[in-house]
């Protein structure tokens, strides 16, 4: 697991809790970070839907959030930052170029 992994799928969850396309990229990296922190052992309730979430992304779905699931996202976003040591309230990461 890395803290970069860690933190695309933060950029993930923001874009979810704000309406956008998430990079595809972003997804993958993301929910194999948060899958390799679930095997370690998490029992962090959010770090586990979060992990759900970005699996199904990762897969092909998507998430059809309302504006109290956004809100969640955003949640989930801060404390996945707070797992990879970033500051719940710290900036979204910007997107990188391919």
Not at 24 to 33: D, N, P, T, V
């Amino acid at each position: 697991m890395t803290i970069n992994g860690l933190l695309d799928a933060a950029s993930v969850l923001d874009d979810q809790a704000s309406g956008r396309e998430a990079d595809r990229a972003r997804i993958l990296s993301g929910a194999l970070a948060l899958d390799t922190l679930c095997r370690e052992g998490t029992t962090d309730r959010d770090i586990l839907d979060a992990a759900a979430g970005l699996q199904l992304l990762a897969a092909g779905g998507s998430l059809d959030l309302d504006e109290s699931g956004r809100v969640r996202a955003a949640r989930l976003a801060a404390a996945v930052r707070t797992a990879a040591g970033q500051p719940r309230n710290a900036a979204p990461a910007p997107p990188t170029r391919s």
